[in-house]
């Protein structure tokens, strides 16, 4: 109730000043109105001169309560506008700490049980490999949003990008099997065009697909694919994830790619992650002078298409 009682305030003050200045704007002409009566009487040869200081007197009124007015809305608006980004940040953060918190001490939890559970109990061959396989899993949980959290504090203050020729077909090819091993019962497919040179930051540009294959795999269920496509032209190079979940209702698009912006509320927690991962994805392909589209996948879902310039 906090952020709609200020708003009202602050409503209240915008309104109060309108109306001061409108009544004292009021007070003034009737004011040069009086003066110019009483002239009239005193100076009775002296009507046009009279009338013309009357007439000028009102022009000044009227010409600078419109611009003080307009200053006014101007301002007040400026304010209003700058009270609720503040709140919209304000809002923002708070769901980033509630996510950071849940997606840091959820995976710590696991691991914590795993070994105790490891320690304390006689388990089977099976079933500490099964164990293990889940310790692992949350292990590189905690080390992507680790990861995400520290490159978003260095882009935003001092990431240095180091720009190398690099293979870009290879580099993906090696991308998908680590996630073919992180998800033994997804299917992933690919079509990858071979030897793609490109000049891009290596860890900047593994930071990108990671996170791109990991929304399409988190935002669509078990059984659906994924689609993964590297092609080029004479100019480009085109890296195209498809997904085939729920897809992002068209007036997300455009804000889906800010900082700590998630979908969900973080009080239900419908999905998981912290929402830096499409802002880093963003970051860094404008880094690189790319190309970043967002449009729906047929039948359904969601089509990430990334470009780079092609080297040379």
């Not at 003034?28 to 013309?52: G, W």
């Not at 003080?68 to 304000?90: D, P, R, T």
């Not at 978003?152 to 099997?177: C, G, M, P, V, W």
């Not at 996630?179 to 497919?189: C, G, H, K």
Request: net charge positive.
């Amino acid at each position: 109730m906090g952020k709609y009682r200020r708003r009202i305030i602050a409503l209240l003050v915008m309104t109060y000043m309108i109306l001061a200045f409108a009544w004292w704007a009021i007070l003034l002409y009737r004011e040069n109105v009086r003066i110019y009566e009483l002239q009239k009487l005193v100076y009775p040869l002296e009507t046009e001169e009279v009338y013309r200081n009357y007439t000028k007197t009102r022009n000044m009124i009227v010409g600078e309560s419109i611009a003080f007015g307009v200053s006014i809305v101007i301002g007040m608006f400026l304010i209003y506008k700058a009270f609720q980004y503040e709140l919209k940040a304000q809002r923002r953060q708070r769901n980033f700490l509630l996510s950071v918190t849940h997606e840091l001490k959820t995976p710590i939890a696991s691991l914590k049980l795993i070994i105790r559970t490891l320690r304390h109990r006689k388990l089977s061959p099976e079933k500490k490999e099964s164990l293990l396989l889940i310790a692992e899993e949350e292990s590189n949980r905690l080390d992507n949003h680790v990861q995400n959290i520290l490159l978003t504090a260095q882009l935003d203050h001092n990431y240095s990008f180091n720009f190398e020729r690099l293979n870009i077909s290879e580099l993906i090819k090696d991308r998908i099997e680590v996630f073919r091993i992180q998800y033994p019962d997804r299917e992933i497919r690919n079509t990858i065009d071979n030897n793609i040179l490109l000049d891009v930051d290596k860890e900047g540009i593994i930071s990108v697909i990671n996170n791109v294959i990991q929304n399409a795999i988190k935002y669509s269920e078990d059984q659906d694919p994924v689609d993964i496509r590297l092609t080029q032209d004479d100019k480009m190079c085109h890296l195209e994830i498809n997904d085939f979940g729920s897809g992002i209702p068209d007036h997300h698009k455009t804000t889906v790619f800010e900082k700590f912006k998630r979908l969900d509320n973080e009080d239900t927690r419908a999905s998981k992650g912290t929402g830096l991962g499409l802002y880093i994805v963003k970051t860094i392909v404008e880094a690189h002078k790319g190309i970043l589209q967002l449009k729906d996948n047929a039948p359904k879902g969601t089509s990430m298409i990334i470009k780079l310039p092609k080297s040379g």
